[in-house]
């Protein structure tokens, strides 16, 4: 089993989940229309570069935009969870032994205090999230049933990794349930509103774009997003 | 019954159609006619096919759901945060559903949808700017007025409206015989007061091509001669045309797209034909994003520009100022506190943020400008823009999303509030009639008139 889940199935969700990817990618700059979406993308496409960069940058840097300023409680839990998810399965050391086996090349390994606590943060952020839905009327009624699952996707890894690492109850079971819950979440990347770790930039882009093509940028005034 | 008498499928095209529709007061039939009218649910989907492409696709699908956007939206915020307000239920509850149901919805969908587009917001593109994911649900809005306006579904004042476009070119019934004798009639009338002032119809390779908004010639033709005094002081080389002299667009509003085509085309034929080296248009918000930030899409040019550059009334009177080509008086600066609406059409859609501070900044006595907060691209939506101003059949929801502008005004303690702005001047005139606040409203010409210094020669000889 072990075997399996990190060999052929590793690699073949390693192709789904970058090649979906890759594929939402180019679908979405084909799918721009400049007429339909009302941006002239090419002619002006220095201005539209430094908009989207622009527009990325506020929202990927705690506290730059407005928006992370008006709420920051919301903003740190955000952050936290994000940083978490993201950063722990990429330096954690046991992930980087594998990367040496497999390809011969590792990147720096997180000490393990400071991995252990970067899952926990990202849990705990996790659990802030789900109650936020349950909590916040203006949450709430947008909050679906997929909402709920693709959070509970997102955090199976970490659950399941920690019980592992704990060695709480049988470890090659718990061991297998992590492989393979960080699977199913890559895999659903491409498929799932998941997909926003990539379309995010894509999106946020293509408005930064139009900020600073059509409305403003042009006009020698940068947006104060 | 399919099709109604009024509330139909069809644009209106004639004056005929146009005076009918008009003489449905209140639009007592219209709405009545509505109840019946069927969705076409094959053209509706094949239209979603056809224009929704991967930026509306992309914001439907990755939403989050995260409920940032509530705060953002002043209509959430002036109806006590009820959750129907956040925008990301008001576009996920309609042009959400239609997607997802493949256009297979019925009249009482339509109707709510109608509703929502057209009374639950007012396109002001705020959110947009509060999104973690760069969702525009005002752009998302405008695109489901469309949809919206294709199968029949719109308010009885834009049908009309757009209707108006179609037939006079005009957001009311102005013709070109009209617009000239308005012009020649304001000529004269001040010509006592500034001697040599003219009006000049289709004069070709002036300097400036000066547009405006139909209500100016149809309301308030003083508006089209203080454009004139001040361009005359400024000695400029200027023109209007004949036709294509309107740069509003009702049909904008509407989700009228052919129309809004037709229009722009119209203004720049004008361009084209009179080969100015600029044009400028007047205090006006909408009027500014339908010629020069959107049209040029409409009209299809691939550089997303007018055929001449088109600069908004703000720039053209900062410029003036800055150059001296017209002189403050400082004696007869405004010397008391007063504030400055933001238009979300030309500040949100343009950055035409910093121009404004700076025709404050030659017209106010220092210490006297008061900010509302927040402001610039952040401030809110004047209360009655999109559309909603006019709409007699959300008249009540309007009335409540004034507040948020009068709040605003009353924090900054002004009685004196400068809208270069129709639509905000109008809500702000609106706000004053329902709230009562004691505040004044100016549109820039009229004030910057009131303190020029005008060179001697300009004056009329002393008896």
Redesign the interface.
């Known amino acids: 089993m072990y075997d399996f889940l990190t060999g052929p199935m590793l690699w073949l969700t390693f192709a789904v989940s970058f090649g979906g990817l890759l594929v939402r990618a180019v679908m979405y700059v084909k799918g721009l229309s400049w007429q339909l979406d009302r941006v002239a993308y090419r002619p002006h496409m220095k201005y539209g570069i430094r908009g989207g960069v622009r527009s990325i940058l506020a929202f990927i840097i705690p506290f730059k935009a407005r928006l992370w300023r008006t709420r920051p409680g919301f903003t740190l839990i955000f952050f936290a969870f994000h940083i978490g998810l993201l950063v722990t399965p990429v330096f954690l050391e046991a992930h980087n032994v594998m990367l040496q086996n497999a390809l011969g090349f590792s990147l720096p390994a997180l000490p393990t205090g400071v991995a252990d606590g970067l899952a926990w943060v990202c849990l705990v952020g996790g659990l802030f999230l789900l109650l936020r839905r349950i909590a916040f009327p203006e949450v709430r009624i947008i909050t679906t049933f997929y909402d709920y699952l693709l959070l509970v996707i997102s955090v199976l890894p970490f659950v399941t990794g920690l019980i592992a690492r704990y060695e709480m109850g049988d470890y090659n079971f718990w061991l297998a349930a992590h492989i393979l819950s960080g699977e199913i979440w890559l895999l659903a990347l491409p498929f799932t509103k998941l997909s926003h770790v990539l379309l995010f930039f894509m999106s946020r882009m293509q408005l930064g774009m139009d900020y600073g093509i059509k409305r403003g940028g042009m006009k020698g005034t940068d947006m104060a997003w | 019954m399919p099709e109604g008498k009024f509330c139909n499928k069809t644009p209106i095209t004639t004056d005929e159609q146009l005076k009918a529709t008009l003489g449905d007061k209140g639009g007592k039939q219209y709405y009545e006619e509505m109840n019946h009218l069927d969705v076409d649910s094959d053209k509706l989907w094949a239209s979603i096919q056809k ?1 929704m ?3 509306t ?3 439907l ?8 956007c ?3 939206c002043f209509l ?1 915020q002036v109806n006590g ?1 009820v ?2 307000q ?1 925008p ?2 008001k576009i ?1 509850s309609t042009l959400g559903v239609m997607v997802k149901k493949k256009g297979k919805v019925d009249n009482e969908f339509m109707q709510m949808c109608m509703e929502t587009a057209w009374s639950k917001c007012t396109c002001c593109n705020r959110c ?9 649900m005002g752009v998302m809005f405008s695109y489901l007025r469309g949809l919206l306006y294709s199968q029949g579904f719109v308010p009885w004042e834009l049908k009309i409206g757009s209707g108006m476009h179609r037939v006079y070119r005009a957001q009311m019934d102005v013709t070109t015989e009209d617009w000239v004798e308005t012009c020649e009639w304001m000529a004269e009338e001040n010509e006592e007061d500034w001697p040599g002032l003219e009006i000049p119809v289709d004069k070709e390779g002036a300097d400036i091509m000066y547009t405006c908004n139909a209500r100016e010639p149809k309301h308030y033709p003083e508006d089209i001669a203080e454009a004139a005094i001040l361009f005359h002081v400024a000695g400029e080389n200027w023109t209007v045309p004949s036709e294509g002299w309107e740069q509003t667009s009702l049909s904008m509003f509407a989700g009228d797209w052919e129309c809004c085509k037709d229009n722009v085309l119209n203004v720049y034929a004008a361009l084209e034909r009179l080969k100015p080296k600029r044009a400028i248009g007047t205090e006006c918000g909408h009027a500014h994003r339908a010629t020069v ?2 049209g ?2 409409w009209a ?1 040019r ?4 007018p055929p001449v550059p088109y600069i908004h009334y703000v720039e053209w009177l900062a410029e003036a100022l800055r150059e001296g080509k017209l002189k403050i008086d400082p004696a007869k600066r405004i010397k008391e506190p007063v504030t400055l609406q933001d238009s979300c059409n030309y500040v ?7 121009v404004t501070r700076e025709i404050i900044s030659y017209i106010v006595e220092p210490g006297y400008f008061v900010e509302m907060a927040p402001n ?3 401030n809110y939506c004047c209360g009655g823009g999109g559309g909603f101003n006019g709409i007699g059949k959300y008249r009540e929801q309007r009335n409540v999303a004034l507040r948020k502008k009068r709040d605003q005004i009353l924090d900054t303690g002004c009685k004196l509030v400068i809208a270069p702005c129709h639509n905000c001047w109008d809500a702000i005139r609106d706000l004053e009639e329902e709230y009562e606040i004691g505040i004044r409203w100016s549109f820039l010409k009229p004030l910057v008139i009131g303190m020029l210094d005008v060179p001697k020669h300009l004056l009329p000889p002393e008896e």
């Open positions: 224009t492409k991967s930026r696709k992309t914001w699908e990755i939403c989050a759901h995260c409920g940032l509530a705060e953002s959430y945060r959750p129907e956040v990301s239920y996920q947009g700017m509060y999104c973690p994911h760069g969702i525009d930030i959107e040029p899409y299809g691939p550089d997303g520009q949100r859609n343009q950055g035409l943020k910093d610039k691209e952040h």
